[in-house]
């Protein structure tokens, strides 16, 4: 049974930073991209950050892109997002998701497995 397992998740001022981390279990890890979607209150799910099972190709949306980076240990089978300079527009649940195709993917539905999620509130 495939469980993905966010934490990290919690309240920051405007400005700071969290780092989350899903940590992945019955699956072959170092074959899946991994990605990092979320969704704020009344709107649809979006695309974070994805990153190859390599580790070598990462994928950010163009909102957070220079602010959050994603990385992954193949060895713990742990993915991580690192989050600088956060904003209120960041508020949101925060899920992890792994992908037998490629990072590229950026559509929920192209994801195979999900997490529970972990709330970010960021207040100004």
């Known amino acids: 049974q495939v469980q993905l397992k966010e934490s990290g998740g919690g309240w920051v001022q405007a400005g700071g930073s969290l780092r989350l981390s899903c940590a992945a279990s019955?699956?072959?890890?170092?074959?899946?991209?991994m990605g990092w979607f979320r969704q704020a209150p009344g709107k649809e799910r979006e695309f974070v950050s994805a990153i190859s099972p390599s580790g070598l190709s990462t994928y950010y949306s163009d909102s957070v892109k220079g602010r959050f980076s994603i990385s992954r240990e193949n060895g713990k089978n742990t993915v991580y997002l690192q989050m600088n300079i956060l904003k209120p527009e960041d508020t949101a649940v925060y899920y992890c998701?792994?992908?037998?195709?490629?990072?590229?993917?950026?559509?929920?539905?192209?994801?195979?497995?999900w997490g529970q999620g972990t709330q970010v509130t960021v207040s100004s």
């Open positions: 019955g699956l072959t890890f170092s074959t899946y991209a």
């Open positions: 998701s792994a992908n037998r195709g490629t990072a590229r993917s950026r559509g929920a539905n192209e994801y195979d497995y």
